[in-house]
């Protein structure tokens, strides 16, 4: 089982599949995928919903990276919350079926 | 030996009036005959399918991808009402009464067992020329559900599972609860009040449980035959090798809860999402204040994430690669 992070140095995105982002993925030099930073934001109602599902690869292509690691995909997703204000908070990830829980709550006000 | 007379006297009226009390109560709470129900509750997109000798009710409303949504026990289709308001849409949605429940009524069989009730569902979406579709399913129809995405995997394109009553089956299994042999009086006297408890104890507020739900879910309870129905469905319910199905699902699947659900509490989320160890792309989705009868307390919102997923390319189905 891999216990991924999403520090991994040099990760492909393959496929992040969100009802907002179905445009071609923007790249940076070093091959992050700049549409999957973390929201700056939460969600709120007057957006569109969305849900987190991806496909995580590393040297997917085959070859060998420099620091020798094996070629891997991992799953990523998304556990929510939709608060009783309408907005919806991502309160874990489960990486590679591991589980990391986020800090993430309702606003007081809609909980 | 007067006072054993004046005993016998007592005993004796006491015996008459329950016995005056029971048939009063009987005559009261008698069943409702089916035919006043279907002109009460069937709707335009109302129709019946003989599936296997039983007369099954569903609707069919909307148009796009089919999705199948099924009640949980104790309910009817009408718990989908305000999530299909919504989803009829974007798709076609159909759903339908289980047997002993809504205006499908019981099955001639009288078995209530889970095989049984999956084995009707396939017939019924066979019957209906359903190829490929999405299926969900609340309580006892999430796992109904999940029995069917596991046996048909080259069908079911997507899984919703809205807290499904698998692992508070096996809990009640564990614990070896079991239907007493008094509760069959409930097919003679089942005040609505029973009703109305249900519902405010598995609501996460029980201030949104009104009249017309608690006298929906009491008139279908009331159809002939379905008292006694419930109660066998009760008797031989078994959520089967939950770990086994579980592990054979290979669908994207969607599980959605409750937070207030004391029946089956929001953590069996995190273990159901684990359990589902196949299927690609888990998502889930949880409810602050809702209880286990999502489907009638946040059908709104409910319908929107299942919209939104479904909208959702699917991760691709294959496993993932693991070093």
Known sequence: MITASLQLPVVLLFMAQATTAQTQPAMDPKGWNLDTAAPSKTETAAEPPSTLNMRVYKDFDGHISRNGDTPYAVDVSAVMTRCNDGSLIITALVIGGQLTPLDNKCPATSK | ?323
């Open chain 2, 1 to 323: 030996m007067r006072w054993l007379r004046y005993l016998g006297y007592a005993l004796g009226g006491i015996l008459v009036t329950g016995c005056i009390a029971f048939l009063i109560a009987a005559w009261i709470y008698r069943d409702i005959p089916a035919e006043v129900l279907e002109a009460k509750y069937m709707s335009p997109a109302s129709k019946f399918l003989n599936v296997d000798g039983v007369r099954i009710h569903y609707r069919d409303e909307g148009s796009g991808p089919p999705l199948i949504l099924i009640h949980a026990n104790f309910g009817s289709l009408l718990s989908w009402d305000d999530a299909v308001e919504s989803l009829k849409h974007t798709h076609r949605v159909l759903r339908f009464d289980m047997t002993g429940h809504g205006l499908t009524g019981p099955d001639p069989s009288g078995d209530y067992s889970l095989e049984r009730t999956v084995e009707l569902t396939a017939r019924f979406v066979d019957a209906l020329q359903l190829e490929h579709f999405s299926i969900g399913g609340t309580s006892l129809g999430g796992t109904v559900a999940m029995h069917y995405a596991a046996a048909h995997p080259d069908r079911v394109e997507r899984l919703i599972l809205l807290s499904p009553g698998a692992l508070e089956g096996r809990s009640m299994q564990r614990a070896g609860r079991a239907v007493p042999k008094a509760a069959d009086i409930l097919k003679y006297i089942a005040p609505r009040a029973l009703a109305e408890f249900m519902l405010t104890s598995r609501f996460g507020d029980p201030a949104k449980v009104n009249d017309k739900l608690i006298d929906q879910w009491y008139d279908m309870w009331m159809r002939e035959g379905q008292r006694a129905a419930i109660l066998a469905r009760l008797r031989s319910y078994s959520s089967a090798d939950i770990v086994k199905v579980t592990a054979a699902v290979r669908t994207p699947t969607l599980i959605l809860w409750g937070e207030a659900n004391p029946q089956a509490p929001v953590e069996q989320a995190e273990e159901l999402r684990q359990m589902l160890s196949s299927a690609p792309g888990v998502t889930v989705i949880t409810y602050p204040g809702i209880g286990h009868m999502a489907a009638e307390e946040a059908g709104p919102a409910i319908a929107r994430d299942i919209e939104a997923w479904l909208a959702n390319p699917a991760v691709a189905r294959e496993a993932s690669v693991q070093p």
